[in-house]
């Protein structure tokens, strides 16, 4: 059909195998990373049979929800949380996977109609305990969970993280194992989570390897891209 098809027919393969080269039997999703893509290449892709999507940028992707209101498109809001946008964000998205601090949680939790069905979260775990990096580092991590499983209108599913670029196989592995640690660890203590939303383009089989059941897939779908939307 299209480049994008075909895109979208090779990584469900790459997924497939690597589920089999573990012995996994569960669903892994495919998230496609549509920041910064038009609408007419997330049309292409829906009808390839791709039906989520993950944008960064808000401005950008309710003007995408706009065109595509036909399409029934699960829609994955995943960059940084401005807390000015988080009532835009309750009322367009399905998903949130980049939950940092409970203030963002609790204004997302405001604004969430009682009418729609809960908002889906992740917490975004700093795995590295890195001051510099993005995310929620390990000793905080259970308090912001016991604290959004409080909240009306949002259902914690689970974890979201992004590790340090690397094209060694065994360090990817290694950094996806830390998560699904902590994830594990959170279930032990009683929460009930399922989501473990890690890996992109580079690293996805290692993601599926050490228990992705959400895989975030841009430039391997839709190709790199060559400009970066301003969301204002």
């Known amino acids: 059909m299209t480049i994008i098809s075909d895109s979208l027919q090779a990584i469900q393969a790459n997924i497939l195998r690597a589920k089999e080269g573990v012995n996994r039997q569960d669903d892994v999703k495919l998230l496609a990373v549509s920041k910064a893509q038009s609408a007419e290449q997330l049309r292409e ?19 995408k929800q706009a065109l595509l209101e036909d399409c029934n498109i699960e829609w994955h809001f995943i960059g940084p949380i401005q807390s000015n946008k988080t009532q835009l964000i309750a009322q367009n998205f399905d998903w949130v996977h980049s939950i940092d601090r409970l203030k963002v949680a609790q204004r997302l939790a405001s604004a969430r109609a009682n009418t729609s069905p809960p908002l889906n979260i992740c917490i975004q775990y700093n795995s590295s305990d890195e001051p510099s990096k993005s995310g929620v580092q390990t000793q905080a991590l259970e308090n912001l969970a016991n604290e959004i ?22 360090k990817q592995r290694m950094q996806f194992k ?3 640690e902590a994830f594990t660890r959170l279930q032990q203590s009683g929460f009930n989570i399922d989501t473990l939303s890690i890996g992109m383009s580079d690293d996805y089989v290692a993601a599926i390897q050490e228990g992705a059941t959400i895989v975030r897939i841009g430039s391997a779908i839709f190709g790199a891209r060559t400009k970066l939307k301003n969301d204002g």
């Open 45 to 63: 892709a829906y009808l390839a049979g791709q039906s989520a999507f993950g944008e960064s940028y808000l401005q950008e992707a309710i003007h």
């Open 149 to 170: 499983t409080k909240l009306p209108n949002l259902k914690l599913r689970g974890l979201m993280a992004i590790p340090a670029p690397t094209t060694e196989l065994a």
């Open 178 to 180: 830390t998560v699904k």
